[in-house]
């Protein structure tokens, strides 16, 4: 938070200084003005305590919870400077976290029980309070960077072509197996899927496969599987995924969804500032 207060030049807030004065008091209250479900709460709560450690604040419900229009979530007091200041900051961040938990309860909802992840889609710099404001809203974190699991994808299959190609990519797979770590791969058509099964990836990321076809691609994955004489790894579908295809494709019989949009097309949730009383 104290970042993102010097970044909006807080504590130069000329508007103010010309127009409230120093000593001035006040009691205000970050309010919704939709409903949704909370994130960020202890996030909006520090901004105004960063700038001013005599701020005090009042929490009135916590993460995860949802909101009705009107409700107060945090109630603040102090100088009246030092609320206006932060205010922006505080609204932003609560806003935005907020926007991504109330999106991915839509999501879960939506699942029937699939469990619904997030991505790597996220800002730079707000990546674990994004992966956050998703638990918040009852998503499953996916990796949370580059460091955390091995997932394959396009790019990385196009350095490995023919025969000779398939024999290194296949001792690749099996030497990252040897070390422990979880091995995802993407795969776009039966080809690469069956590729995978013959790598025994542990996961396979079925990317953009029509929602039409997705039922008859996993039921071909299975058998082949069983003609295979191999485990079945787990099934995640992404790509374009929408509220409106969660329950089809939980039916298709796949394990997991990731869904980029969570975090990354989330609309913020409206929230305000209101000043409530104004002491002499």
Do not use: W
Not at 224 to 232: F, T, W
């Amino acid at each position: 938070m104290r970042a993102a207060l010097r970044e909006d030049r807080a504590r130069g807030d000329v508007t103010s200084r010309y127009f409230i004065p120093l000593q001035a008091r006040g009691r205000a209250a970050l309010v919704a003005r939709e409903p949704g479900v909370l994130a960020g709460v202890q996030a909006a709560e520090e901004a105004f305590r960063s700038l001013d450690r005599r701020v005090r604040t009042v929490s009135r419900s916590r993460d995860g919870r949802t909101v009705r229009p009107g409700q107060a979530v945090l109630v603040l007091e102090g100088r009246l400077r030092s609320l206006l200041a932060a205010e922006r900051t505080a609204l932003n961040t609560l806003s935005h976290l907020s926007g991504i938990a109330t999106l991915t309860r839509r999501f879960v909802h939506a699942a029937g029980g699939l469990l619904v992840l997030d991505t790597r889609k996220t800002l730079p710099g707000l990546r674990d309070m994004e992966k956050y404001a998703v638990r918040c809203g009852g998503g499953v974190n996916h990796r949370r960077d580059l460091a955390a699991a091995v997932l394959i994808k396009e790019n990385h299959l196009a350095f490995f072509q023919g025969s000779a190609g398939r024999s290194r990519f296949l001792r690749r797979v099996a030497a990252a197996r040897r070390r422990g770590e979880t091995v995802e791969m993407e795969c776009r058509n039966r080809a690469e899927a069956v590729l995978g099964l013959d790598a025994g990836v542990d996961i396979l990321l079925l990317d953009n496969i029509p929602l039409r076809r997705l039922t008859a691609f996993v039921r071909d994955l299975r058998a082949e599987c069983r003609r295979r004489g191999r485990r079945r790894p787990l099934l995640e579908v992404s790509g374009g995924v929408d509220v409106g295809a969660l329950r089809r494709i939980a039916r298709a019989g796949v394990d997991r969804v990731s869904v980029g949009r969570l975090t990354h097309s989330a609309p913020a949730l409206d929230m305000n500032l209101d000043v409530e009383r104004i002491f002499p």
